[in-house]
């Protein structure tokens, strides 16, 4: 079963500035809560029981704010407030949840999982990329009934315009069935021409430990990054199983400003 979470938050959000400047973008309101707070719901209710964090010096506020007990504490003593109470009880809850982990160099997100190997318990375990939101529907979820079904590793996709397809990770793929299909291979931002479908990674994956060792051996790839991509095909080159889950609910992309402006006002208009 999946009981672990991973949630790289060390990137410096720059493609938020300079909304980022002063607020970890993990932070940023989104109708009425943090960004993040989306992600926790998403893994709690998938019945993840511990969350690993992936977090730099510099964002030490993200920290701060599932530790902000003194202060919440002193407004409750003074104003017997039933919703802030309520919002005390649920970050203590989260808090018992999440552990922290460092990345202090920007070295990509493979880089970031990496940080995690001696955290892992079970074979396999889930990892969630803030900037993509899915409304409605729990996609991690889904990914879990497919993980528990196909005894495989699992990733989320979505189809894309194939116009777009230069801009997302796709898919090679076949047995494709209403809401899966086996993963032959992954190519980083093909042109239209090389693209072998117009099926992008989504940011939720059910990863295995041993993508560790991959990670570790290697070589830093764009960018003078380690991308978790790069190590997804290593292990599907040595034979490990990947199945794509086509999920269900409305995705949202709140990594950029344009992206998080409209994803602010669809929250707003799907609650």
Same mark, same amino acid.
């Given at each position: 079963m999946i009981k672990q979470a991973i949630i790289p938050l060390a990137g410096m959000g720059t493609r938020l500035l300079p909304l980022t400047s002063v607020i970890p973008k993990e932070l940023l309101p989104m109708n009425g809560k943090p960004n993040i707070e989306y992600i926790l719901e998403e893994c709690v209710n998938?019945? %993840? !029981?511990? %969350?690993?964090?992936? %977090?730099? @010096? !510099?964002?030490?506020?993200?920290?701060?704010?599932?530790?902000?007990? +003194?202060?919440?504490?002193?407004?409750?003593?003074?104003?017997?407030? !039933?919703n802030i109470k309520e919002k005390?009880?649920?970050? !203590?809850?989260? @808090? +018992?949840? %999440?552990?922290?982990?460092?990345?202090n160099k920007p070295r990509g997100t493979g880089d970031?999982?990496? @940080?995690?190997?001696?955290?892992? +318990?079970?074979n396999h375990f889930l990892m969630l990329l803030p900037d993509d939101l899915i409304m409605n529907k729990n996609c991690s979820k889904e990914m879990i009934k497919i993980y528990k079904s196909k005894k495989s590793c699992v990733i989320a996709t979505k189809r894309v315009n194939p116009k777009t397809v230069s801009r997302w990770g796709i898919l090679s793929l076949k047995n494709k069935n209403k809401t899966s299909f086996e993963i032959e291979d992954v190519i980083e931002k093909p042109s239209l021409k090389d693209a072998p479908s117009n099926y992008a990674i989504i940011g939720r994956y059910i990863l295995?430990? +041993?993508?560790?060792?991959?990670? @570790?051996?290697?070589?830093?790839?764009?960018?003078?990054?380690?991308?978790?991509?790069?190590a997804i095909k290593s292990l599907i080159y040595k034979g490990e199983k990947f199945y794509g889950n086509i999920f269900k609910g409305k995705y949202l992309d709140s990594g950029t400003l344009e992206g998080y402006i409209k994803s602010n006002l669809e929250i707003t208009r799907l609650k």
């Open positions: 998938a019945g %993840i !029981k511990e %969350i690993i964090f992936i %977090i730099s @010096k !510099k964002k030490s506020s993200i920290k701060k704010y599932f530790y902000s007990d +003194k202060l919440y504490k002193s407004i409750i003593s003074k104003k017997k407030n !039933k005390y009880n649920k970050l !203590k809850n989260y @808090k +018992k949840m %999440i552990k922290f982990v460092y990345q970031a999982v990496l @940080k995690c190997k001696n955290y892992i +318990k079970g295995p430990k +041993k993508i560790m060792n991959i990670l @570790k051996n290697q070589k830093v790839g764009r960018g003078g990054e380690v991308h978790i991509t790069d």
